[in-house]
């Protein structure tokens, strides 16, 4: 996304003015030919058997523009863009140069399947069905955990599935005024009462009693 914005800007400062943008590429495409060149020279100087010793430092612009085009030209520019590409961890091309493969979910956070970071997260729909069953509330005959988003249409309430593999504890954390006893304490009372089982109430401030 950073990368993106500053293209963004970059695409709106050259609009604006273009002979100062051509000049200033110019400068550096003769700069950064410059800079290739001194990586030739010194490998040159370095690992070759020449008696002749380039100089480190190419002033001519013709050589320098041609440097770009050359093999050192293009070895540097792909090192410096796979380096862009790794520092940045976005996008297809890290998971390709670097091979590690993730999913970014809708928080903007990078899961990665082999549990780096831990393995634990948010059920996908496949999951979910495993587990729980949605249907009106009246239908339901597990302990109410929740409804689905309404999206206009009628909501569906969400219940474990009977003989699915976990077990009926549930903790629930929230602030006061959260609506832990509105939204699931009450309802909880109440699917006890249908269901005709047996409940053991620990009320110390006796909310949910008055209520």
């Not at 010793?53 to 190419?58: C, G, H, N």
């Not at 602030?175 to 109440?190: E, T, Y």
Request: proline share 5%; aromatic share 10%.
């Amino acid at each position: 996304m950073r990368i993106s914005r500053l293209i963004e800007k970059a695409k709106c400062k050259c609009e604006e003015n273009l002979w100062k943008t051509g000049t200033l590429c110019g400068i550096g495409l003769y700069v950064y030919g410059l800079f290739i060149n001194s990586i030739h020279n010194g490998i040159t100087a370095t690992f070759g058997t020449d008696g002749d010793t380039p100089p480190l430092i190419e002033w001519n612009p013709f050589r320098n523009f041609a440097a770009l085009f050359t093999p050192t030209g293009f070895g540097v520019t792909f090192f410096l863009l796979a380096m862009l590409v790794l520092l940045n961890k976005r996008g297809k091309p890290y998971q390709f140069l670097s091979g590690c493969r993730f999913t970014e979910d809708k928080r903007g956070f990078d899961i990665l399947p082999d549990g780096t970071h831990g393995t634990s997260g948010f059920m996908g729909q496949k999951e979910m069905g495993r587990i729980l069953e949605y249907g009106k509330i009246g239908s339901l005959s597990g302990t109410i955990l929740g409804k689905s988003a309404e999206n206009g249409r009628e909501p569906e309430y969400i219940s474990p599935k009977k003989d699915n593999g976990l077990n009926e504890h549930i903790m629930v954390f929230g602030a006061s005024g959260a609506g832990k006893s509105r939204g699931f304490v009450k309802p909880f009372i109440l699917q006890c009462i249908k269901r005709q089982e047996s409940l053991v109430l620990v009320d110390p401030k006796g909310g949910a009693t008055r209520s």
